[in-house]
């Protein structure tokens, strides 16, 4: 009965989000309280299953200073022109032939700190500009951009939907850091340079060569001798990531990843800026140095940046949290641990069904709901009692996490925002539109699927 529960609370999810229209945090938390009231849960148990320590108090208090300080620090990277200075240093580097490359490389550098939404409206008119100088349409460089800015979202802390799964799931983060690396860089290879001959022999009529797309408006101009360094550019937006995987390497050759009972001076010192919102905050103050104040920029100038990065994941962090209400009353009641039951009763699942599991409940959510950060925290709940019941192997958690990421970004359609904004910057029909962006998130997230199960039978 508790299943029919669920199925009937996802329905009322869907049909506020895709019918009514209300907006998406609103629908996670009305939808949490209709599904703990089904589930019979006792009405003091309720408030906090939603609303504390347990539903969105679970995820957004970990994780709401990295969400915010990575949108800041990616504001403050394209406010100093820094990431116009990426993407012209390495289309210079690489040369017109090797266009998508630096495009791709470019993108995936900037799409670590910075989420989906937003690396699009920044990259998009710097590559429309280059493409029209290199006479090649804005499609042939935009699938290796859209495609390395979403993989880098899918699978890699600081980015708010991953590093909420991962914390929801118990993952380390380091962990999720470097198998997640491995599997973003990989898809975004196959999705980008790879899957762009393919588009362009079965959708030719979407490579058209355009001098003008309405959407995209006039790039903004730089003077690239006033902009910071590239170094200093790509370090400061890859910054939050050297703490951690620093960190994470550290532990796994001195102390055997794990923190010792019993640590020293340096286990601490360690242990402490490996902390993802220390790691975080560090970053964010040599930001605030090197795009703001190195820059000769007043703090008036760096403040208005920071507001603008907290704005731009403003919308995203809360639907993090409306996911955690969801996974909140999914674990109180106890209807996690049934489905891990459930799943279990022939005998333990094998770390690789657990994984298969995993993918396939994000990707029915996320065909159904839209939303890859809601597919992801929904999934994340639904999967914890089978990871609960799975105890002492540290690194399964990391590979259900991605799995997750995997499946959450499968079969984008009508009904995720990242279809409506795929298509007009790139000024394609709907119909264009799936044969290239529905089909490039898929791409993504079986190829995605294929390496992590590859991963997980070698070290979980």
């Known amino acids: 009965m508790e299943f029919v529960m669920l199925v009937v609370s996802i329905l009322i999810l869907l049909v506020l989000i895709a019918k009514l229209k209300l907006n998406t945090f609103v629908s996670l938390i009305i939808t949490a309280f209709i599904l703990a009231l089904l589930l019979g849960m006792k009405p003091m148990e309720i408030p906090n299953a939603v609303l504390g320590s347990e539903g969105v108090g679970n995820i ?11 949108g800041m620090i990616g504001r403050l990277v394209a406010d100093a022109g820094g990431s116009y200075r990426i993407a012209k240093t390495l289309i210079d580097w ?9 495009v791709l490389i470019a993108s995936f550098i900037i799409g670590i700190s910075m989420i989906f939404g937003v690396g699009m409206v920044l990259l998009i008119p710097i590559v429309f500009a280059v493409a029209i100088e290199a006479g090649v349409p804005l499609l042939y460089l935009g699938i290796s951009m ?3 800015l979403s993989s880098a979202q899918g699978f890699l802390p600081p980015q708010p939907a991953p590093t909420a799964v991962a914390s929801a799931l118990g993952a380390n983060i380091g962990m999720m850091l470097i198998f997640g690396l491995i599997v973003s860089v990989i898809t975004a290879v196959v999705a980008g340079p790879a899957f762009t001959k393919l588009a362009q022999k079965y959708a ?3 490579f058209q060569f355009k001098t003008e797309i309405e959407a995209v408006g006039p790039a903004k101009k730089y003077d690239l001798k006033a902009t910071p360094n590239f170094g200093l550019s790509v370090l400061t937006s890859v910054f939050p990531l050297v703490f951690m995987i620093i960190a994470t390497i ?22 402490f800026v490996a902390n993802p919102a220390v790691a975080m905050t560090i970053a964010l103050v040599f930001a ?5 104040i190195w820059q000769k920029k007043t703090m008036v100038e760096v403040g ?4 603008e990065g907290m704005s731009a994941v403003a919308g995203i962090l809360l639907i993090v949290g409306g996911g955690g209400a969801l996974r909140g009353v999914l674990v109180t009641s106890g209807l996690s641990d049934k489905i891990a039951t459930i799943f279990q009763a022939g005998g333990a699942m094998s770390p690789i069904a657990i994984v298969l599991f995993a993918w396939a409940v994000a990707a029915v959510l996320r065909v159904s709901v839209g939303s890859a950060t809601v597919a992801g925290m929904t999934a994340a709940g639904i999967v914890t009692g089978i990871l609960a019941a799975n105890p002492g192997n540290t690194l399964l958690p ?15 359609h009508v009904n995720d925002a990242g279809f409506w904004i795929f298509k007009e910057f790139f000024d394609l029909s709907v119909k264009q539109t799936f044969q290239i962006w529905t089909v490039l998130e898929t791409i993504i997230s079986v190829t995605g699927l294929i390496i992590i199960l590859i991963m997980t039978s070698i070290f979980a």
Not at 60 to 70: D, T
Not at 94 to 102: T, Y
């Open 398 to 412: 990391v590979f259900v996490a991605l799995a997750i990421g995997a499946g959450s970004l499968i079969a984008s």
């Open 94 to 102: 690489f040369g017109v032939k090797r266009l998508q490359w630096a």
């Open 304 to 307: 208005k940046s920071l507001n």
């Open 146 to 148: 859209t495609a390395a």
């Open 250 to 271: 550290y532990k796994l050759i001195y102390t055997g990843g794990v923190t010792p009972k019993n640590p020293n001076t340096v286990d601490q010192i360690v242990e």
């Open 288 to 292: 605030i140095f090197t795009m703001g």
């Open 60 to 70: 957004l208090g970990p994780n709401s200073v990295i969400f915010i300080f990575g």
């Open 204 to 206: 030719p009529d979407a």
